[in-house]
């Protein structure tokens, strides 16, 4: 079984910051790839920031340098730091992550955690 949690989700004024964490349990052999998406209401489901197991991070054009994505592969965790949080960045934000599960399987399944709410509002 693997899971995704979230947390660090809150309500925040604008130019604050938080920084959100996912935790990803299970019998696993690899985590690939790790990322944050978030949807606000009435509006699709968006990439927020990406980072693939070499390292390689991949950003939402809207971040603006804003958001800064991190991982530990020892822990399988994936950080979030948000600052200059803009009241157009509230949603709920999701973890992702693309896991191998067996070392004879080279498939990569996808995986959601059950989101985060973050409201940045004055």
């Known amino acids: 079984q693997v899971q995704l949690v979230e947390s660090g989700g809150g309500l925040v004024q604008p130019g604050g910051s938080l920084r959100l964490s996912c935790a990803v349990s299970?019998?696993?052999?690899?985590?690939?790839?790790m990322a944050w998406y978030r949807q606000a209401p009435g509006k699709q489901r968006e990439l927020v920031a990406q980072i693939i197991s070499g390292g390689m991070t991949n950003y939402g054009e809207f971040v603006k340098g804003r958001f800064t994505i991190s991982r530990d592969n020892a822990k399988n965790t994936v950080d979030l730091q948000m600052n200059s949080l803009k009241p157009e960045d509230t949603a709920v934000y999701y973890c992702?992550?693309?896991?191998?599960?067996?070392?004879?399987?080279?498939?990569?399944?996808?995986?959601w955690g059950q989101g985060t709410q973050v409201t940045v509002s004055s």
């Open positions: 992702n992550a693309g896991i191998q599960l067996r070392r004879w399987s080279t498939i990569v399944n996808n995986y």
């Open positions: 299970g019998s696993i052999f690899s985590v690939k790839v």
